[in-house]
């Protein structure tokens, strides 16, 4: 059975700082992993898929890497905003299926 | 571009009632999903549906059914409500290309 876990489950950082946010997944055999954003009291918004055969994907601010060999992706946000502050959820895709990680909750302070 | 739309936003159930959730895709995707998240706690999943006509359970189904009549609807079946299912519920869908994962809004169900 697939497990995803998040570390840290919370961080606070100051406005500006580039951080990095991880998620370990136990079953290396995934289609694509993909990174959430959730805001208090809303839906899932997608920031990053990246597919199995892929290394990275970069949006604008966020970069995702995948070693999908040792069952790791890490999400690197440049130059953190305030409004930067969410949830943020990874999930490798099994065949059909995705399994969440619990979260990361980031808190960047003005 | 409506994306995924669920029905109702919000909730309140008396223990043993029943209700139906809904969900609709206008983006042609094959697979759908429903998904609890208890608060502070990651998401679970309730059923699943690979095309019109079959589903299939996921980690936590007892308690609910679903059908999947179209590619557009999938409906998620509460029966007999219990406190335990207090909950938001998210349905989301992906198409067979890239499998990326689109979510509803979600739905804040209250069981009292």
């Known amino acids: 059975k697939q497990e995803v876990t998040q570390i840290p489950a919370a961080l606070s950082v100051p406005e500006g700082e580039n951080l990095v946010l991880n998620c370990s997944f136990t079953d290396s055999a995934i289609y694509n992993l993909q990174w959430f954003r959730q805001d208090p009291g809303k839906g899932l918004t997608s920031l990053l898929l990246?597919?199995?055969?892929?290394r990275e994907q970069t949006s604008g601010r966020l970069n995702a890497s995948l070693d999908k060999s040792s069952g790791r992706s890490t999400l690197y946000i440049a130059a953190s905003q305030p409004g930067d502050s969410a949830t943020y959820l990874c999930?490798?895709?099994?065949?059909?299926?995705?399994?969440f990680g619990q979260g990361t909750r980031l808190t960047i302070n003005p | 571009n409506a994306g995924v739309t669920q029905t109702p936003k919000f909730r309140i159930l008396k223990i043993g009632q029943s209700m139906t959730l809904q969900c609709t895709q206008d983006?042609?995707?094959?697979?759908m999903y429903w998904y609890r998240q208890d608060p502070g706690m990651g998401l679970k999943l309730i059923y699943y549906s690979v095309g019109a006509g079959i589903t299939d359970k996921g980690e936590v189904p007892n308690g609910y059914n679903v059908s999947r009549s179209t590619t557009e609807d999938f409906p998620l079946r509460l029966e007999l409500a219990a406190p335990s299912q207090t909950s938001v519920y998210f349905c989301?869908?992906?198409?067979?290309?890239?499998?990326?994962?689109?979510f509803g809004e979600g739905s804040r169900l209250t069981v009292l």
């Open positions: 999930a490798p895709r099994e065949a059909q299926k995705l399994v």
């Open positions: 990246i597919q199995s055969s892929q």
């Open positions: 989301a869908s992906s198409g067979l290309g890239s499998g990326e994962l689109f």
């Open positions: 983006m042609n995707h094959n697979y």
